[in-house]
Structures are given as C-alpha cells and as structure tokens.
C-alpha cells in the first residue's frame, strides 16, 4: 500500500522569506501524480501543485516550486516570498495513475507566516 | 463557475439520528469523491463515483455509511444512525476522470453529533 509521510509538523517562516515542506512517499508503481494541496483556517482544500511522475522538470506554479526526487521519492514544496495568505496546512498527496482516483494524503504540515 | 457545492455547511446532531450530507460537483466533472478529515487520522477517502457509477467504497467505515449519485450533478452522503465518533469535515471532492484529473473540493461539512 502506499503512504505518504510529511515528517514537519509545523513550521514557521518570516513573511518575504523561503519555507520548503518535506514530503516522502512509499511505493513500487512508476506511473503516477503527486499533489500539494493547501488547506486555510477555513478548511477549504484548494489545489496548489501538481507533479507527473514521469515528468523530470519541476512544477512551478508562481511562488510555488517543487523538487521532485523520483529515486529517493521525495517531493517537497518551496514557498518563495511568503505571504501572510500562505498560512495554512499543507498535504501532500499521492495518485497511482492506473489504480482509478484515489489520493492517499500526508498527514500534514502547519505553516505559520511571521510579520 | 461555482465550485463543488456541500450543503450543510455545519451540522449538530444527537446520537442516533440520520444524518444526510449533500454534494454537487462542478459542471462536466464525471468523478466524485466523498473523504472525511478527522484530526486522528486525518483525511481519509471514503468513497468515489465515476459516472455516476460507485467505483471504490472501500474506505466506507461500516454499514452505517452509504452513498450514492442519482445523477451526475448531485450526490449524498448519509450517516444512519450517527454516532459521536462519526463527527468530523467531511469534503466533497469532484474531478475529470482520466490521467490528468485533479480534484477540486468543496468547502466541506462540519458535522458534530452529540
């Protein structure tokens, strides 16, 4: 079964300034999507990031990069310039391709953004 | 375009009462997801529908979950009888079914049973 393990429970990081959320996946498919997902105090889910497996360039959305590790199946997330509105949870989550839609989360890390 | 739709947004209820959460998934999406967040065992996948069809109900606790999809633009989740440990946010999710598909959520229903 694949997991999916956010080691960072909570981290902090100065507004204006670089955060990067660690995110470790387990499995034995080759094909398949990964995703950071972003989740406010009003609990809405709201797509941040998505990465192909078979992709070796990084996804960057705007302030929000990758680095996906396919051999050490490490995908972490980098939040440049951070904002106040980029307080949340964040979850990564993993999709095998062939196995229908099923996303399997992380557990999740809180980020606080200082002032 | 208006998003996933949940409705209710909050729900108290007693113990022992039925409970139905409802769902509409945005316009031309043809998967569906119903997941539930708790803060022991985070977000959990309880069931999905591709058009329309039940696909995966592997993550339905027991038999007091069902779900179901009527049609393409409505689904229901209901709880029956509902017990305090059934509390939790509940997230609709919808999507493209195919390589690519992303799930869009919705706002998600905050049900407390007393």
């Known amino acids: 079964a694949q997991t999916v393990t956010q080691s960072q429970p909570e981290m902090s990081v100065q507004e204006a300034e670089t955060v990067t959320l660690s995110c470790t996946y387990d499995t034995s498919e080759s094909d398949y999507y990964l995703f950071w997902y972003k989740q406010p105090p009003s609990r809405q889910m709201i797509l941040v990031i998505r990465q192909e497996a078979y992709k070796q360039q990084n996804a960057t959305e705007n302030r929000f990069s990758v680095n996906f590790q396919k051999a050490a199946k490490s995908f972490s997330l980098k939040i440049s310039d951070s904002q106040l509105g980029d307080a949340a949870m964040y979850f990564c989550a993993y999709r095998f391709k062939a196995a229908g839609n099923k996303l399997t989360f992380g557990g999740g890390t809180r980020v606080l953004v200082k002032p | 375009d208006a998003g996933v739709i949940q409705s209710p947004r909050h729900e108290v209820t007693e113990m022992g009462q039925e409970v139905t959460l409802r769902c509409k998934p945005i316009?031309?999406?043809?998967?569906l997801f119903w997941y539930r967040q708790t803060m022991m065992r985070g977000l959990e996948l309880l069931i999905y529908f591709n058009n329309n069809v039940p696909i995966d109900d592997s993550g339905m606790p027991e038999d007091r979950f069902s779900a179901k999809m009527p049609n393409a633009s409505f689904s229901t989740l209901k709880i029956q009888p509902s017990e305090p440990r059934d509390s939790a946010v509940y997230f609709c999710a919808s999507g493209i079914a195919g390589a690519a598909e992303t799930q869009y959520f919705g706002p998600g229903t905050r049900l407390l049973v007393l």
């Open positions: 316009s031309g999406h043809n998967s």
